[in-house]
């Protein structure tokens, strides 16, 4: 058949080519021969050959003659073979090894010119041929006889144009790209390679996205994927070679490269990204995530600008941490602090929060708004897994009204604090599993959700104090301004800390680590309390937002926008304000403890009349008795555990744990709780019952005032 040719997009045949020229349908003959030699034209070249008088010569003509001679069928080969020993050009033996040396060439030969064909694919060792009119895969193979054979086992082909790599932290992730093609459509896939190698997986994609064209027998699968992946890579007649890209799934660091979709950084400096790009398809709040290139003097300016407009706009020891803390957002495994604290903004709404968080944003994209609650804990991961080595931003917690629930809170700093496990990634980036979040929180809210320490512990929580707005105004709206040249402040912080020796950064986060660790001087203050390992989360979570301070502080004067005095001033309002944090903190988290809110929340409940202890006037008129005076020691009483705790978490708003045997424990380390023996508990006969109790000193609980005194006579049960 004539060659075929594609006229105005159709395939059609070549009836310009004459026939004589046109391709043989068998590639092997077609590589080797069309059998123009005959028997009787080689015998008479033979008896010419054999007239040569040079040896030398006349052998070197005799292997020309057996080369043709391997068009010949076996019998005609023999007669070839006297021939050349009756002439005595060979004797037996060598003619012998002539005609295998012969073979061996002529069978390269024809490999050589069938694998370069391009309509030929060599797979497994075995020939295969890809057809376009019409579509289809056809298997080549010899016969008995020395014909060939060919079984078409698809009507369609399978063309890969495009290998995608998908690369997230130290996993990757390949992707086939192409297009499936018959003689009625061409339907373009997209298919993950671990799903193309699984045979059932394979099977359904194609199925379902191709619907009744695909028509294929089960056995053949595993020939299809192996001849259409031996086609990848071999340059066919309309068929587009494959390519391969690799893609960065999320930006952030790559080894010693921090990467974004405009921006690469590096030891060597900040350039633009024309090496690895970043997928962010189907990211959503993500796709804004990015940083730029300054040109000429804008570094300049813009330290310049957040020295006298940004650290001015806000109060400082909001500024100054809210600063430090999100920058260093995009230094933290760089650096390897182990643990990744949630920065939270407490404070009336209306006082600037949102404000300043969303200038911060603007380190690291053009974000037109923050992240809010109303969003499920899978959805909230999802994002905090995107935005990889970044600062991300949820504004406004409310307690009621955005549906989410403190315990979702809770769980999203706990998986920030300190990721582990991180599943794996396909190419969009999104989960196969739910995964742990891998930025850096921004929070605010009117108040914390949760009043637990080990939640308190692991922010770095301060305090937005109302201020007067209208005197900020004009350098706020500098910032506004100005707020699009930040994200390359960022990259130039990046190139500044990657060119400082990063065991002296951890050096120095050692130092401020342990400065934020001693304990603080507050009147009453147990100094047990202030050496637990909570006192050790606050100090490194603060020792973060200095670090990251101190570095922008160094880029500053390194271009001569501080100087060194001023570096100076900084460094110590920035230490003044962490104290104050510090402080603020650690008395928020003995306040928060459990106890402590079990404590207080009692004795709201005993003075309002909801609860009563029988037998101690002032307190024993209350709706729900919670417990029994002592007629031995009138300056103990006896609580009912049970009762106690579940009628506290029924009136307490906001949602606190209340674990008995942790509860009993904080109780009997502060003196309240006395315990029996052998128990926190003591076994008690109260009305003819007997019963666990907690035996409780109620004079250390803060009970005693003149207004209570113990009731003498006996008590109506």
């Known amino acids: 058949r004539p060659p075929m040719i594609v006229v105005n997009g159709v395939l059609k045949e070549d009836t310009s080519i004459p026939e004589q020229d046109w391709p043989s349908p068998s590639p092997y003959r077609y590589a080797v021969s069309r059998n123009e030699v005959s028997l009787s034209t080689l015998l008479t070249y033979i008896d010419e050959v ?64 069938i694998t370069t064909r391009s309509d030929s694919i060599l797979a497994g060792g075995t020939l295969y041929k ?174 310049m600008h957040i020295k006298k407009d940004l650290f001015a706009a806000f109060p400082f020891e909001c500024v100054y941490h809210a600063l430090g803390f999100s920058l260093m957002a995009s230094v933290m495994k760089y650096i390897g602090l182990p643990y990744t604290p949630t920065m939270w903004l407490e404070g009336e709404s209306g006082a600037g929060k949102t404000a300043l968080c969303l200038l911060m944003q603007k380190f690291y994209g053009d974000f037109q708004g923050p992240l809010n609650w109303g969003t499920t804990y899978a959805s909230m991961v999802t994002y905090g897994y995107h935005f990889k080595d970044s600062l991300l ?64 512990a692991r922010l770095l929580l301060v305090y937005y104090p109302k201020h007067n707005v209208e005197k900020t105004k004009e350098v706020y709206q500098n910032c506004v301004e100005n707020s699009k040249f930040y994200r390359g402040v960022t990259a130039e ?18 130092e401020f680590h342990n400065e934020y660790k001693k304990p603080v001087q507050i009147e009453d203050f147990e100094s047990k309390f202030s050496s637990d390992g909570n006192n050790d989360r606050i100090a490194y979570n603060i020792a973060v937002a200095r670090l990251g301070w101190y570095l922008l502080l160094g880029l500053m004067k390194q271009y001569g926008v501080i100087t060194m005095k001023e570096e100076e001033m900084y460094t110590q309002k920035a230490h003044g304000a962490s104290l104050g944090v510090q402080t603020s903190m650690t008395v928020r988290c003995r306040e928060e403890k459990n106890s402590f809110v079990f404590i207080n929340r009692v004795k709201e409940l005993l003075f309002s ?82 019963g666990r109790v907690w035996k409780i000193d109620f004079a250390k609980m803060g009970l005693c005032s003149p207004a209570l005194t113990v009731v003498r006579e006996e008590a109506p049960p």
């Open 393 to 456: 931003l949820v504004d406004d917690y409310k307690e009621y009204g955005t549906g989410i629930k403190a315990q979702i809170c809770q769980q999203i700093v706990q998986n920030a604090y300190q990721y582990s496990a991180r599943g794996t990634s396909n190419r969009t980036g999104g989960q196969q599993e739910v995964k742990s979040t891998r930025c850096m929180f921004i929070m605010t809210g009117e108040e914390t959700p949760l009043h637990e320490t080990s939640f308190i």
């Open 130 to 303: 890809r057809n376009t009119a019409p579509f289809g895969y056809e298997k080549i193979k010899g016969s008995a006889e020395g014909e060939d054979v060919s079984t078409v086992f698809t009507d369609f082909v399978l063309d890969i144009e495009e290998e995608r790599i998908y690369v997230e932290d130290e996993a990757i992730c390949r992707w086939y790209r192409g297009t499936f093609r018959n003689s009625e459509a061409s339907i373009k896939f997209e298919i993950e390679a671990a799903d193309w190698e699984n045979t059932q997986k394979f099977s359904a994609y194609f199925s379902n996205k191709c619907g009744s064209r695909w028509v294929v027998s089960r056995k053949d699968l595993d020939e299809l994927r192996l001849v259409a992946m031996a086609a990848a890579n071999k340059d066919m007649y309309l068929k587009p070679k494959v390519i391969q890209t690799q893609y960065c799934n999320s930006p952030g660091w790559y080894g010693k490269t921090y990467i974004t979709p405009s921006v690469l950084v590096d030891k060597d400096g900040i350039r633009p990204n024309n090496e690895m790009p970043v997928n962010m398809t189907n990211k959503e709040h993500a796709r804004y995530l990015d940083l730029t290139i300054f040109k000429d003097s804008e570094l300049e300016r813009t330290l």
């Open 609 to 690: 009349g909801v609860f009563a202890i029988k037998g101690l006037h002032g307190l024993d008129t209350g709706n729900i008795n919670v417990g029994i005076l002592d007629e031995a020691e009138h300056d103990k009483v006896y609580i009912f555990p049970s009762i106690l705790l579940d009628e506290v978490k029924r009136r307490t708003t906001t949602p606190i744990t209340l674990n008995q045997a942790a509860i009993a424990a904080q109780l009997k380390n502060m003196g309240i709780l006395i315990p029996s023996k052998d128990s926190a508990t003591t076994l008690k006969r109260i009305n003819n019952s007997r």
């Open 50 to 113: 054999a007239a040569i008088e040079d040896m030398a010569a006349k052998r070197l003509k005799a292997r020309e003659v057996i080369s043709q001679s391997m068009v010949l069928d076996e019998d005609q080969q023999a007669v070839v073979k006297d021939r050349l020993e009756t002439t005595g050009i060979f004797k037996k033996s060598q003619i012998n090894k002539q005609f295998t040396n012969a073979k061996k060439e002529q069978e390269e030969k024809a490999h050589e010119e």
């Open 493 to 510: 912080f990046i190139y500044y800390v990657l060119n400082q020796p990063v065991e002296l950064l951890r050096e120095k986060f050692k």
